[in-house]
């Protein structure tokens, strides 16, 4: 039996290493999980600034049964209007990060 992470671990990896205080860089990844679902992480605004989006094969049927609610309601202030090509994107300012660690367990699901 095959036993994955419920997590994306290229993902969870880039994000937690920006997060920690790395340096900011220029991110332009492409990752595909196992299951059809396609993350994009990039920098397009400035090094710190990281968009985060996601193309769900189905993800119109998962806005009938409530998605995008529960979507905006975990990632509320970060939700930004979806990247071309891509379902539901959150932009995060490292900048501007909250000051509850609490707050960052939004990321790393």
Same mark, same amino acid.
């Given at each position: 039996?095959? *036993?994955?992470? !419920?997590?994306?671990v *290229?993902?969870?990896?880039?994000?937690?290493?920006?997060? %920690?205080?790395?340096?900011?860089?220029?991110?332009?990844?492409?990752?595909?999980?196992?299951?059809?679902?396609? =993350?994009?992480? %990039?920098?397009?605004?400035?090094? $710190?600034?990281? *968009?985060?989006?996601?193309?769900?094969?189905?993800?119109?049927?998962?806005? $009938? !049964?409530?998605?995008?609610?529960?979507?905006?309601?975990? !990632? #509320?202030?970060?939700?930004?209007?979806?990247?071309? #090509?891509y379902?539901? %994107?959150? *932009?995060?300012?490292?900048?501007?990060?909250?000051?509850?660690? #609490?707050?960052?367990?939004? =990321?790393?699901?």
């Amino acid at each position: 039996m095959l *036993l994955l992470d !419920y997590q994306n671990v *290229l993902l969870q990896s880039v994000l937690t290493e920006r997060f %920690s205080g790395a340096p900011p860089v220029s991110i332009d990844q492409t990752v595909s999980d196992f299951d059809g679902v396609t =993350f994009h992480i %990039s920098t397009p605004e400035a090094k $710190t600034k990281i *968009l985060v989006s996601i193309n769900i094969r189905c993800f119109k049927e998962l806005v $009938t !049964y409530g998605a995008e609610q529960v979507l905006n309601r975990e !990632y #509320g202030q970060y939700v930004v209007p979806p990247e071309p #090509g891509y379902d539901f %994107s959150i *932009l995060v300012d490292l900048e501007n990060l909250p000051a509850e660690k #609490g707050m960052s367990r939004n =990321f790393h699901r």
